[in-house]
């Protein structure tokens, strides 16, 4: 598997994750507690962003290290061409 192919499992296995973080907590909220709807949405974003925090912590420096490197890349194929056409001037 190429580093580049790699960076973007990194980046949907953390989206994947988190959205199955979310979604658990809001089942677990909506059938144990007599919250529901919109509020049981919000308390579910709001648990499953502490928890991503303590439990998400490696998978998002990966993460964040392939955006860093698409970031980069993308800046340096615009810096590159910003050269070229300074040359043809």
Known sequence: MSPRSRSAWSIVFYTALRLAMFI??????????????????AFAIVISGALSIILLNGQRDAMSAALFGFFRRMNARIDASTRAEDVDD
Do not use: D, S
């Open 24 to 41: 658990g907590a809001w089942i677990l909220i909506e059938t144990l507690t007599p919250i529901h709807g919109l509020f049981a949405a």
